[in-house]
């Protein structure tokens, strides 16, 4: 629950001994809430013994996006939950204006700030400026400039450039998603509609597009989560490669660096980046001859990961050696 009684997940078991089976949670499926209620129905279950009318709990839920999972053994699904999700596991609030400044009035708020002054003290690092530097350095050890300068010429479609563009940055999509990609008509038709949605030249500061439940860029995140070997880090990996102005990259280390609130990463970015002096101190860590092309968004998380990273060459580069 949280502070203002609305639950976050929820559970229904079948048995009463789910621990003790050797099953798992299966992803089963996706459930937006937007009226802040929740509903918990077993058709197989009767109020009383021999009762017709069916056993049902409706209870206070924190309106947002949730994945539903089954509990299966043996073949048989055992139980039912739903979780939140979004990059950093967590669900979003929905447009709702009333649930909104409800939720964001207590500790998402404060969340929020701590955030922004973390993200700060980041960006004040004396050294950061040579890190940002030594990353972007063309005979150096990094990506560099690769994510964006490898020819994106198909803004409307995955093509095997993104694909290998991405494993630059350590994910990958696996075999059968490959191919759904690249060779199956139904995948790429419903790829290129969605991204036909998504603007290529927005930056996310900008407050234009919808990021929320249901928006463009939110279903295709859902589509890609279902390719083989996506999970939520490779989905907002390859979402940035296509929409670099407008699609932040968030994985582990932005989640320990900036620990904004679970799942409200996007909102945070837009917030931060929407403020012009914040954005104008990570446009100084630009070296000089990187192209324009690289947007803000890459800038400061080439400045996150430099930071937080504990790969060995960006422990190099922290060390001075």
Same mark, same amino acid.
């Given at each position: 629950m949280d502070k203002f009684g609305m639950a976050v997940a929820a559970r229904m078991e079948f048995v009463s001994d789910v621990a003790d089976q050797d099953g798992s949670w299966r992803r089963s499926g996706m459930l937006t809430i937007t009226d802040g209620r929740c509903l918990a129905m077993d058709p197989f279950c009767g109020i009383t013994p021999g009762s017709m009318e069916m056993y049902r709990f409706e209870f206070p839920m924190r309106s947002g996006r949730y994945e539903a999972q089954t509990y299966n053994c043996?073949?048989?699904? &055992? !139980? &039912?939950?739903?979780? *939140?999700?979004? *990059? !950093?596991?967590? @669900?979003?609030? $929905?447009? &709702?204006?009333?649930?909104?400044? +409800?939720?964001? @009035? !207590?500790? *998402?708020?404060?969340?929020? $700030?701590? +955030?922004? $002054?973390?993200? $700060?003290a980041l960006l004040e690092q004396h050294e950061l400026k040579d890190w940002v530097a030594a990353f972007f350095d063309w005979n150096g050890k990094f990506e560099g400039q690769l994510l964006t300068t490898i020819s994106d010429d198909q803004p409307h479609e995955i093509t095997v450039a993104d694909l290998y563009s991405i494993t630059l940055l350590g994910v990958h999509v696996g075999p059968h998603g490959v191919r759904l990609l690249l060779e199956d008509e139904a995948t790429r038709a419903r790829v290129a509609k969605l991204l036909d949605l998504i603007p290529v030249d927005e930056d996310i500061w900008t407050g234009k597009s919808d990021l929320g439940p249901g928006s463009p860029v939110d279903r295709l995140y859902d589509l890609l989560k279902l390719l083989d070997c996506v999970d939520d880090v490779t989905a907002s990996k390859l979402l940035h490669r296509k929409r670099p102005r407008l699609i932040p990259i968030v994985d582990r280390v932005v989640r320990e660096q900036v620990a904004a609130p679970s799942g409200f990463y996007w909102e945070f970015f837009r917030e931060y980046l929407g403020d012009p002096t914040r954005r104008q101190a990570v446009n100084d860590l630009r070296p000089k001859g990187i192209e324009r092309n690289i947007s803000v968004l890459r800038v400061l998380d080439v400045a996150i990961c430099m930071t937080g990273s504990a790969s060995m060459e960006a422990r190099k580069v922290r060390a001075g050696t």
């Open positions: 043996s073949e048989e699904a &055992l !139980g &039912l939950r739903i979780v *939140p999700r979004f *990059p !950093g596991s967590a @669900a979003r609030v $929905d447009d &709702l204006s009333v649930t909104r400044e +409800a939720w964001m @009035a !207590g500790e *998402p708020r404060e969340s929020f $700030d701590q +955030a922004n $002054d973390r993200l $700060d």
